[in-house]
């Protein structure tokens, strides 16, 4: 929904939380300039650095902020899945999804679970599904899916619990949204 972005970020920040530097992460891949891998606000440095076209030291991302990030977020991930054109609360859970995993795994989610043509990209034809769906049933089904491919990765053992729980509290939070 179109006045959603920062209620939704101001919630996805509280999931990500602040700076880490977890080597088991296979995100904390580095910046591509010989700087290691780190992740602050739920940017990692790879994708700062290309975000900005400058490397990413470990001090550069220690001073991110939830202002320096927010356009990054909105441009790279909530409007990669359409976030204005969806339903309150559809928002928020696919928002969250490609934050944690990419924007084109929880698009084509949606797609499957709508029958639409998964190709990743949101578009006219995907958001006519969408909206002939209810948005609470949707929710739900994207976190299901979700949860399944979570199951699937070698790492669910070491951040499994994690990632469950951050899908279980999006899931909730993004049903009450449906309800408003």
């Given at each position: 929904?179109?006045?959603?972005f ?17 080597k ?71 928002f969250?999804?490609?934050?944690n ?6 698009a ?31 929710v739900?089904?994207?976190?299901d ?5 979570y ?8 951040f499994?619990?994690g990632?469950?729980?951050r899908?279980?509290e ?11």
């Amino acid at each position: 929904m179109k006045d959603n972005f920062m209620k939704c970020l101001d919630m996805l920040l509280e999931h990500e939380g602040g700076f880490t530097d977890d080597k088991r992460d296979p995100g904390n891949r580095g910046d591509g300039h010989g700087n290691q891998g780190s992740t602050n606000l739920g940017v990692t440095a790879h994708v700062w650095a290309e975000w900005t076209g400058k490397p990413a030291s470990i001090e550069v991302m220690k001073m991110l902020t939830a202002e320096t990030i927010a356009s990054l977020y909105k441009a790279g991930y909530w409007d990669a899945v359409r976030g204005d054109d969806l339903a309150s609360g559809l928002d928020w859970a696919c928002f969250d999804w490609c934050v944690n995993s990419g924007s084109r795994r929880p698009a084509q989610a949606l797609q499957r679970i709508v029958s639409a043509k998964p190709d990743g990209k949101i578009g006219p034809k995907t958001l006519q599904k969408i909206a002939d769906n209810d948005s609470a049933m949707l929710v739900e089904k994207l976190h299901d899916s979700r949860q399944k491919f979570y199951e699937s990765l070698r790492t669910f053992p070491t951040f499994g619990r994690g990632w469950t729980r951050r899908n279980k509290e999006t899931m909730e939070q993004a049903i009450s949204m449906t309800a408003v």
